[in-house]
């Protein structure tokens, strides 16, 4: 995709504030604040918790409850089952009632998500997915919303969740349930706004390693055009449909296939902690030894050891220890 098709497919999200920069960093985007007076009601939904590929997406929206009524004239539904089409026009709904109508969306980078699943100790995507909700509640709260109900969508057990959430915020009367976004209006409302932006994302997706800035060092000719034709070769490499980026889509296997380096592995468009990358990277992969500083000043005292020092560790060595009984 060129850059020129890159901004048209993210031109006029507001929850993407510069489409021609890649996205690195997680980040939250939040609309007006509404000016009606509360109580609010407010919906949280996710989208690409599945996929292998791009961010994962959470979005809140709020509106007055005395607004309920004429929510449910508005076409909110889960936004899978709608079209992209219906759903952008649905996001310019979101925006079209200031006084009433309030959306956030927290966007976790697919870098940021991997680095979390294979830190150590590990931070689950359950754990991420209840942190980005913690911090859109905390957030709009902050923005002087009265908040008396909540309604949350989520897989797996919900009781456990649900008295999570309401240890967290007391005054605030949780509902946390599957299919949600089918149930209320106004988890279909956050359910859109998380769907958009995340599509937009990966519409146009810029890619991180082909827009490193210049170091300030002007390059010869051979280098420059060395550098041009390295980065039209791996653009070639990642040019083709990633589909929906879940690991069952045939688009998606297809791109993961032909966008592996094999030196390089692959773009930080790809979450590295999904098993399905795991796995390629493993069979198709050069195989990589990754050694500490610590461990290579061992490596090196040992080797470099002469004489009757040759065959003993660096530890026996620096301390002069000839055998266990000196300890």
Known sequence: MDCATEKVAN????SIADPSLPLIDSYTYHSPTPTALGPYILGVDEAGRGPVLGPMVYGVAYCPVAY??????LGFADSKTLTAQVRSSLLETLGSDPPN????????????????MLRRPPVNLNQQSQAAT???IREVLARGIQLSEVYVDALGKTGPYQEYLSSLFPDISFT????ADQKFKIVGAASVAAKVTRDAWIEGWVYEELHAPSSGVTEGTTTAATTATAKASVQTRWAGETGSGYPSDPKTQAWIKNSLDPTFGYPSLVRFSWATIKVVLEKDAHPVEWIDDGQASLIKAFESG?????????VARDLSLKSVNTL
Do not use: F, N, Q, Y
């Not at 031109?11 to 507001?14: S, T, Y």
């Not at 309920?68 to 004239?73: G, I, N």
């Open 11 to 14: 031109a006029g999200i507001p």
């Open 68 to 73: 309920k009524e004429s929510l449910e004239k």
């Open 101 to 116: 109508l309030g959306w956030s969306v927290r966007v976790l980078s697919p870098k940021a998500i991997s680095a979390g």
């Open 134 to 136: 913690v911090l859109l």
């Open 176 to 179: 946390v349930t599957a299919k």
């Open 306 to 314: 002469t004489g009757r020092d040759k065959d003993r560790c660096a």
